[in-house]
Nanobody
Framework: QVQLVESGGGLVQAGGSLGLSCAASGRSFPNFLMGWFRQAPGKEREFVAAIDWSGTSTYYADSVKGRFGISRDNGKNTVYLQMSSLKPEDTAVYYC????????????????????WGQGTQVTVSS
């Protein structure tokens, strides 16, 4: 059973930075694309960023492009999301997720493409 555990959320002022981590169990982590999603109160879950199995290709939502950076360490089974120039509208629960199929990346922006999800970590950006 795959487990994803996020950490690093918290309260930060607008313009500040915060880093999230997601530790995954299981030996197959290096074979899967990993993604970050977020859900704000009263809103639908939305795609934030994704990174392919090798770390070569990264994908970002337009709303975070240039401010957020996704990376991974396959030796540590961990994916990271570094967030900078944070805005109040970035306030949400952030979830990491593991793609359903190895070496796949089609529809990386679609939550239904992911088979495993973490419990989420709260990020609050004050104005």
């Amino acid at each position: 059973q795959v487990q994803l555990v996020e950490s690093g959320g918290g309260l930060v002022q607008a313009g500040g930075s915060l880093g999230l981590s997601c530790a995954a169990s299981g030996r197959s982590f290096p074979n899967f694309l990993m993604g970050w999603f977020r859900q704000a109160p009263g809103k639908e879950r939305e795609f934030v960023a994704a990174i392919d199995w090798s770390g070569t290709s990264t994908y970002y939502a337009d709303s975070v492009k240039g401010r957020f950076g996704i990376s991974r360490d396959n030796g540590k089974n961990t994916v990271y999301l570094q967030m900078s120039s944070l805005k109040p509208e970035d306030t949400a629960v952030y979830y990491c997720a593991k793609y359903r199929t190895p070496w796949g990346s089609v529809r990386y922006f679609d939550g239904s493409s992911y088979g495993y999800w973490g419990q989420g970590t709260q990020v609050t950006v004050s104005s």
